[in-house]
């Protein structure tokens, strides 16, 4: 037992850092913020403590210790300093942990291998982390340090989802599985649903549509991930920001063999300059039905598009489930937009499903029920919290 009651979380990208630092009592932020352009001379940290007086500076950050300092230099100035007996440990998001990592970590150094062996299955998330853990512990190497994987929550789901139809030799050799993302997100807001609906976790089951710039479905059945849209990478699934989502594997060999890219401009096209940005210019929901409402119609066939995905992995999930207790919206787009719930649920009366246009239209940053009064299927917007999800992940095991 600790009588440390602070968390902090740290988010660290290749060139951006976003921390919160929780009062795991309430589960209150005491200060957010975030680093950007790190290893540019334009970076800038933009701090806001708790009573509010938001703080940003630029000044140059030549990698990621130099930004953890300027963070705790900000966190000192609040009095809320690294160095302070009240912090409990630092929670680390990482973003692949492979099938080993199931549930959260303290970091040692033969985790830390453990997450680079991993490097291979996700080159464009787990340097960064890796690097976010090493400065921590190297300015407080006393203080545990835990490592919350965005694929735990996946890793119970069945062989049968998880493994892709191929040579099962050759899969296994280059550990080439469906992992699952947004893992984090998917826990917190299945658990959050049941809760809405007054009952337990292991008694409901939940299709969970994470809509953020990426997104991710999830099937979760009494609390355990069965199925998840995203696969060996968080490409896989359904229209993103800037993500194509599913695409017959054999585009890449048309794209290499018939349009002469390089493997390289292959990835850069399907991860950067595609999904709702590839299909009309813009990821930002917002900004599409601006344009639909104009009558832009490569807007709206933008919008079509994302919401015919959604449509089937809900189907898909349905079938999975069997019995679907709820749906939940969240992220950016999920909690926000509410033609998405519409049209994505459009047409599912005969599944129990169908959105209350008056209660759909309210905005809040509550959990709600936006399905009509006595629906067979709960339909809900449930904000997601991966900070404090990765904050009381952390705090519960050092805690014990
Ligand atoms: P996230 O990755 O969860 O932060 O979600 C970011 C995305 O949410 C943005 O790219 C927008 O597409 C979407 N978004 C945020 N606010 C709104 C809003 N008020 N209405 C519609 N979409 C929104």
Same mark, same amino acid.
């Given at each position: 037992? =600790?009588?440390?009651?602070?968390?902090?979380?740290?988010?660290? /990208?290749?060139?951006?850092?976003?921390?919160?630092?929780?009062?795991?009592?309430?589960?209150?932020?005491?200060?957010?913020?975030?680093?950007?352009?790190?290893?540019?001379?334009?970076?800038?940290?933009?701090?806001?403590?708790?009573? /509010?007086?938001?703080?940003?500076? =630029? *000044? +140059?950050?030549?990698?990621?210790?130099?930004?953890?300092?300027?963070?705790?230099?900000?966190?000192?100035?609040?009095?809320?300093?690294?160095?302070?007996?009240?912090?409990?440990?630092?929670?680390?998001?990482?973003?692949?942990? @492979?099938?080993?990592?199931?549930?959260?970590?303290?970091? =040692?150094?033969?985790?830390? *291998?453990?997450?680079?062996?991993?490097?291979?299955?996700?080159?464009?998330?787990? &340097?960064?982390?890796?690097? #976010?853990?090493?400065?921590?512990?190297?300015?407080?190497?006393?203080? +545990?340090?835990?490592?919350?994987?965005?694929?735990?929550?996946?890793?119970?789901?069945?062989?049968?989802?998880?493994?892709?139809?191929?040579?099962?030799?050759?899969? $296994?050799?280059?550990?080439?599985?469906? !992992?699952? %993302?947004? @893992?984090?997100?998917?826990? !917190?807001?299945?658990?959050?649903?049941?809760?809405?609906? #007054?009952?337990? +976790?292991?008694?409901?089951?939940?299709?969970?549509?994470?809509?953020?710039?990426?997104?991710?479905?999830?099937?979760?059945?009494?609390?355990?991930?069965?199925?998840?849209?995203?696969?060996? =990478?968080?490409?896989?699934?359904?229209?993103?920001?800037?993500?194509?989502?599913?695409?017959? &594997?054999?585009?890449? %060999?048309?794209?290499?063999?018939?349009?002469?890219?390089?493997?390289?401009?292959?990835?850069?096209?399907?991860?950067?300059?595609?999904?709702?940005? /590839?299909?009309?210019?813009?990821? $930002?929901?917002?900004?599409?039905?601006?344009?639909?409402?104009?009558? $832009?119609?490569?807007?709206?066939?933008?919008?079509?598009?994302?919401?015919?995905?959604?449509?089937?992995?809900?189907?898909? !999930?349905?079938?999975?489930? #069997?019995?679907?207790?709820?749906?939940?919206?969240?992220? @950016?787009?999920?909690?926000?937009?509410? +033609?998405?719930?519409?049209?994505?649920?459009?047409?599912?009366?005969?599944?129990?499903?169908?959105?209350?246009?008056?209660?759909?239209?309210?905005?809040?940053?509550?959990?709600?029920?936006?399905?009509?009064? @006595?629906?067979?299927?709960?339909?809900?917007?449930?904000?997601?919290?991966?900070?404090?999800?990765?904050?009381?992940?952390?705090?519960?095991?050092?805690?014990?």
């Amino acid at each position: 037992m =600790t009588s440390a009651t602070r968390v902090l979380v740290l988010n660290s /990208g290749s060139s951006s850092v976003k921390y919160q630092l929780l009062d795991m009592r309430d589960g209150s932020r005491l200060a957010v913020g975030l680093v950007e352009r790190i290893g540019e001379s334009t970076s800038r940290l933009v701090h806001t403590p708790a009573g /509010g007086g938001r703080r940003e500076r =630029t *000044a +140059p950050m030549a990698g990621h210790e130099a930004a953890l300092r300027a963070v705790a230099a900000e966190l000192t100035a609040d009095g809320l300093g690294l160095d302070s007996p009240d912090l409990a440990a630092i929670g680390h998001r990482v973003v692949h942990g @492979g099938l080993r990592f199931t549930e959260p970590t303290v970091v =040692t150094d033969e985790v830390l *291998a453990e997450v680079e062996r991993l490097v291979p299955v996700a080159p464009l998330h787990n &340097p960064a982390n890796i690097v #976010g853990i090493r400065t921590a512990r190297a300015l407080r190497p006393d203080l +545990p340090q835990v490592a919350v994987f965005d694929t735990a929550f996946h890793t119970t789901m069945p062989e049968h989802a998880a493994r892709y139809a191929i040579d099962t030799e050759t899969a $296994d050799a280059h550990r080439i599985r469906r !992992y699952g %993302f947004h @893992g984090t997100s998917h826990a !917190y807001v299945s658990r959050e649903t049941a809760r809405l609906l #007054g009952r337990d +976790p292991s008694e409901v089951n939940v299709i969970v549509l994470h809509l953020g710039n990426g997104a991710s479905a999830s099937a979760v059945a009494g609390g355990r991930c069965v199925d998840t849209s995203m696969g060996l =990478t968080p490409l896989e699934g359904l229209v993103m920001g800037t993500r194509s989502g599913d695409v017959d &594997p054999a585009v890449t %060999f048309h794209l290499r063999r018939v349009a002469g890219m390089s493997v390289d401009e292959i990835d850069e096209l399907l991860n950067k300059r595609s999904g709702l940005v /590839g299909l009309c210019g813009d990821n $930002d929901m917002r900004e599409i039905r601006r344009r639909i409402d104009e009558g $832009d119609e490569r807007a709206r066939l933008a919008f079509d598009i994302y919401v015919h995905r959604l449509k089937k992995y809900v189907g898909a !999930y349905y079938a999975v489930l #069997g019995r679907v207790d709820a749906v939940a919206f969240t992220a @950016g787009v999920g909690e926000n937009a509410a +033609p998405v719930r519409e049209a994505a649920l459009e047409g599912l009366e005969q599944l129990g499903l169908a959105v209350d246009p008056e209660l759909n239209a309210v905005r809040s940053g509550e959990p709600r029920l936006i399905s009509p009064a @006595g629906a067979r299927v709960a339909v809900a917007v449930v904000p997601t919290d991966e900070e404090l999800e990765i904050a009381r992940q952390t705090y519960s095991l050092v805690n014990n």
